[in-house]
């Protein structure tokens, strides 16, 4: 798990596991989780959390870092477009 924070105050948290474990064709893929405090989004926290998870996921071998998002969080989407 990444944190970031500030003054010591949490302001985001990420962290990504095994996507569909059971599945041999998804031993390259994992499923991240991102979560930044509702008073300190649109300042870049969630997209630098998802940079160094994916460079994390690389350094271990990961080739698909996937992301569920809800249709309704338009800035969810638009960070990973």
């Not at 996507?19 to 991240?32: I, K």
Request: positive net charge.
């Amino acid at each position: 798990m990444l944190v970031a924070s500030a003054g010591g105050e949490v302001l985001g948290f990420a962290s990504f596991g095994e996507f569909r474990r059971a599945w041999p064709g998804y031993c390259y893929s994992v499923e991240h989780s991102v979560h930044v405090q509702r008073n300190q989004r649109g300042r870049g926290i969630g997209t630098a959390l998802v940079r160094a998870l994916l460079s994390l996921a690389v350094a271990m071998g990961k080739h698909v870092m996937i992301g569920g998002i809800d249709a309704n969080r338009q800035r969810g989407l638009a960070a990973h477009a």
